[in-house]
């Protein structure tokens, strides 16, 4: 079975900039791994979830970026258009720092919404969708986002990423709009929700308490200078 | 039920409902104004052409053929020229026609024209061919001041047989608020027939024998010439002065069961040459009309059309504006799967739809303003128009309006189509 993740020598500059925001020789998860990046404000956290999840590009000149991402195998940035677009959408799940609910969306819709994408039958899609917001705690999957508390929000947007049975699970700081025993509730979710499923979790976050429920931590600057080590700074 | 694009565009259209709303208005007002147009042009033409029926050629003294049309079928107003009967007679055996029918025109009821002829009003002239007048009730008139009602005025006043009334010598406005002339209350006239209603301009009027029109002008002559103690005017104190028409409805002598003849043309050129008369082909009349509003109907058309154009304009500026608030949303479906094509589609979709609604609110108000239209047409100037609204016109003006409105999404659709989801899916870290 491949990785579900797997990050080879990722070299990644903002045009303006005149050092790698990102430089990654190895990074590695299996199915059912989670790791939580870490890494100074402005260190490319976010930017690494989006280019895992393809919605940036690994730049073509090799002076502003390079290197291979494989999710589940699949060498995502070879693909291009809509074959990426459905790829993200079968094998990919993300959580966001303010969920990112669709507004005029019920609970329920929202998570039939990401079903729309996939390769799954439609006449499932409420079933499964009603199914997994129940197994998540949602109590109410006919109200709007706005009717939710902060908590249930939180867990229908844990369901939305978890609806298409994704190998990996990008969350980008996703307790940082939540106080500390919300903030430990909803990781104890996502943590338990993915390991359910067997969805590895990569989990960008500020929040030092979320490091002792991660047996991997990765930190950005870390991995920038291993491999400027490695390099002896060559390639900067 | 299963999420599908179609559930993603009606929410976004149904999340803001006051632009969706006012969008779809400008729409639906842009095709019900164009399809009134297009509807009213074709039935207006066809009301017109109603009423001239089996004539070949109208005779008068008018000052110009489209006036003579316009006067003695129209009644539009009271004809200003006379022709003497003699004329007439003398026309009757010159020519070969198979029928001259004298009327006068200068009477009237209530604002209604009465038009004064003879019995073959009836039995020869039909107001549209193939449509011999029919009587809803009672008779055509067979003595003096017997009067038959048209089935407008008929129904507008009451009218019933055997009621009895008094005609004004002189014109009245239609509406009945301006009358000029005066009541010959010496002469009673009594309701013998109403007609069954033809879906021309003679449905408002009344009819009596000419007979009756002569006596009254008459009156006023014998009056003015030996003060007012004289008796009452009868038919035998008419003198050749009185027996005065105002036009003659005329049919060419042709084979039986045709329309056309080629002697309609020779007969018109030959009358067209005497100086006394001025003859007019009524269907010819009513075209050169057509063309000369047509220009007018041209304009209303291409304000209709810029009407619908700016509709347009507005689904344009609604998606765009409402692009920037829902970049956030668009990105969230990109992350979910959505390709950028989908993306575009669903945007482009949103203002086809916008289009749909608004052709089918304007279709619908097409026909109730179509009917108010032909409404006041038919109770202010008596014209009858059936508004019609052919399937091929409606389905070229709703296919006309979708598409204008898919082209109107376009630009929005780029935009969304360009929309950057990294950049969208802010806070980053």
Redesign the interface.
Known sequence: MPPALDITDLRYRYRASDEWILRIDRLSLDAGERVLVTGESGRGKSTLLHLIAGVLDIPRDAALGSGTIRVAGADLHALRGAARDRFRGQHLGMVFQTFNLLHGFTAVENVMTALLFSNIPSREHESRALALLERLGVERPGALPDELSVGQQQRVAVARALACEPAIVLADEPTASLDPARASEAMDLLVSACAERNAALVCVSHDPAMAERFERRECLNALADASAARTGGEDA | ?????L??VR??L??RPLSTGVTVASVAVAVALMLTLLSLRDSGRQAFERGTGNVHLLISAEPSPLVSVLNSVYYANPPSNALPMALVEELRTSQPLEWAIPTQLGDSWRGSPTLATTPEFFTRFEPEIGEPWGFAEGRVFEAPFEVVAGAEVAHAFGLTLGQQLYLTHGSSARNGSSVEGHVHKEFTFTVVGILDPTGSAHDRALFTSVESSWVLHAHDRRLAALGPDIELTTVDDLTDADRLVTGVYARVLTRPGRQASSQVQAVFNAMRADPRVTVAQPAEQVRRLFEIVSNIDEVFLGMAAAVLASSGVSILLVLWLTMELRR??I????????????VFGLIVTEAAIIGVAGAAVGVALAWVGGAVVSGVLASRLGIVVEPTLGWRVVASVAASTVTLAALAGLAPAISAYRTS??RN?K???
């Open positions: 039920m299963a999420i599908t694009d559930t993603i929410k976004s149904t999340g956030r949303q990105a969230v479906l990109r992350v979910l799967g959505a390709s950028r094509g989908r989801v990294a899916l806070p980053l870290g």
